[in-house]
């Protein structure tokens, strides 16, 4: 079955609940949620080729959820695209996919795309006039046809395309239904970024089950006390976020005063939950159930865990157990994997939730997988790249990773990719950025540089080299300071010394003496 399917089941029970709202727009019922989709699946059907990628650069809106339902609904493959992002970087994640055309919110309908662009809310609203019905001739869909395309990271100054297919989405779609059920009254908040891949629960789960879905606008996600005084009038249920937000949700609001009564469940994902706010915030709420889920963009969720209580301090939360579907397995340096042994290892990942691939990198993909052995056969892993240790109860707990790879802010961040777009100002010789633990956001970005040419002046490089980043990263990306150095220090085979870098953003940020 179709995801949108499900969702036109649910409209069919009860067509004139609230399926969609936020602060400020238009609530949505399920009957008009149904004919916008089928309305714009009908439309995109005879205006792209079968299985067609699909850009869809929106803010969280009410027609931005209904674009993407229509792109599956029609059997097409969406990419969302953060209008926020820088034009270059925009314009590659509209080509490199070879997006056939763009749905665009009106902020940024009239920017000059390599694709043909589509009002996507005069198109919404032209389907809700003309009551159109279902796409004619809507294919039936197969397994492997893609559903969606999410862009992370690359450690070679691109975005890296993950695809998702229809196979994927419904592997984790099942286990979340049956293990975090969405009914109708549950009042859902959609907090996370819909270019990122935590909403795939809140939209999909929600809609399917009758949900009513609160959309956070993300100038309210961003401020802990305007969040709280969301959550607080919509009388939030049911919240999934990433810990960076939780944990400033518990310290910088007045959540520990008033509480959230209506809250039932709150799940976390995409980086580490620091124990003393996570303490915090499960005190504010005693009556949540607060779980852990893990896994990176290229899986969605394979293992999750319920808090019986706060932790305590310097008690780090488990990863918890494999979910339903799921094969997972550690595989040591000496090569040998297992999925039972207490052990440490790399974190491999097999079933129905591991992508296919990155788009059009081979390379990368080849990187990414392995074939093994283990003790239910021979599988194609997912390599995570994360390390864990399995205790004799078969519960993983993280250690940490052994790349270049970070978590920010709920984003998990290649640092090459950030030293590469600041190596491009001709005004630095060299870069290295270094992460620091930081128990709001997880990790803080620092940005060490030297200078092109030391005999000239380089008063105001640092505010130049925070410029430059903003023209070509996401925010998120962008270091939070800049350290202007004379030199970098060096092993003795002359590389970076990377394991003295951090003693070295102790000082004020800025020019060097």
């Known amino acids: 079955m179709h995801a949108s399917d499900a969702i036109l089941l649910a409209a069919g029970r009860q067509p004139d609940a609230i399926a969609l709202t936020g602060a400020g727009q238009r609530p949505v019922s399920y009957r008009d949620l149904a004919q916008g989709m089928t309305g714009l699946a009908a439309g995109l059907a005879g205006r792209t080729s079968q299985g067609a990628r699909i850009g869809i650069v929106s803010r969280k809106s009410p027609e931005t959820v209904i674009a993407m339902l229509a792109c599956l609904h029609a059997g097409r493959c969406f990419v969302m695209i953060d209008p926020a992002l820088p034009p270059h970087r925009r314009d590659f994640i509209v080509t490199q996919p070879a997006c056939e055309i763009v749905l665009a919110d009106p902020a940024t309908a009239g920017l000059s795309w390599p694709v043909p662009a589509i009002d996507l809310a005069g198109e919404v609203a032209r389907v809700a006039r003309q009551g159109q019905g279902a796409a004619a001739g809507r294919p039936a869909a197969r397994p492997d046809d893609e559903a969606y395309v999410l862009y992370t990271s690359g450690s070679t100054g691109e975005p890296k395309g993950v695809v998702i297919t229809r196979r994927n989405m419904r592997a984790f779609l099942r286990w979340a239904a049956a293990r975090f059920p969405l009914r109708s009254g549950d009042q859902v908040a959609v907090h996370a970024p819909l270019h990122f891949d935590l909403p795939v629960y809140d939209l999909y789960a929600g809609l399917a089950g009758g949900a009513t879905l609160h959309l956070v606008p993300e100038r309210v996600a961003l401020f802990p006390q305007g969040l709280y005084r969301f959550l607080a009038q919509g009388a939030i249920t049911h919240l999934y976020a990433v810990p ?27 980086e580490e939950f620091r124990p003393r706010p996570l303490a915090t915030l499960m005190a504010a709420l005693p009556q949540v159930r607060v779980s852990n889920l893990y896994g ?52 491999l990942v097999a079933g129905d939730c591991v992508t296919p691939g990155y788009l059009a990198r081979p390379d990368l993909t080849s990187q990414s997988m392995i074939t093994l052995t283990t003790e239910s056969g021979t599988r194609r892993f997912y390599r995570t790249g994360d ?72 008063h105001g490089l640092a505010d130049a080299v925070i410029a430059h980043c903003r023209q070509r990263l996401p925010g998120y990306m962008v270091p939070g300071r800049v350290h202007v150095l004379a030199e970098l220090p060096r092993t003795g085979t002359g590389k970076i010394a990377r394991q003295r870098l951090p003693g070295l953003i102790a000082g004020p940020a800025g020019e060097p003496p």
């Open 244 to 270: 960076s937000a939780l944990g400033a949700l518990a310290d910088r609001s007045t959540l520990g005063q008033h509480g959230l009564p209506a809250m039932r469940q709150v799940l976390y994902a995409g």
């Open 296 to 347: 990176p963009i290229e899986t969605n969720v394979v293992t999750s865990w319920t808090l019986r209580r706060p932790p305590g301090d310097g008690e780090r939360v488990p990863l918890g157990q494999p979910i339903s579907g799921v094969t997972l397995a550690l595989r040591d340096d000496s090569g040998k994997a297992s999925e039972r042994a207490a052990m440490e290892g790399e974190v």
């Open 387 to 458: 390390f864990a240790v399995r205790d004799g109860h078969g519960v993983l707990h993280l250690l940490g990773r052994r790349d270049g790879l970070v978590k920010t802010r709920g984003y998990r961040v290649e640092i090459g990719e950030i030293e590469a777009a600041i190596g491009w100002h001709p005004a630095v010789s060299e870069v290295a950025i270094v992460a620091e633990p930081d128990p709001e956001l997880t990790n803080r970005l620092h940005a060490l540089v030297v200078p092109a040419d030391p005999q000239r002046p380089c």
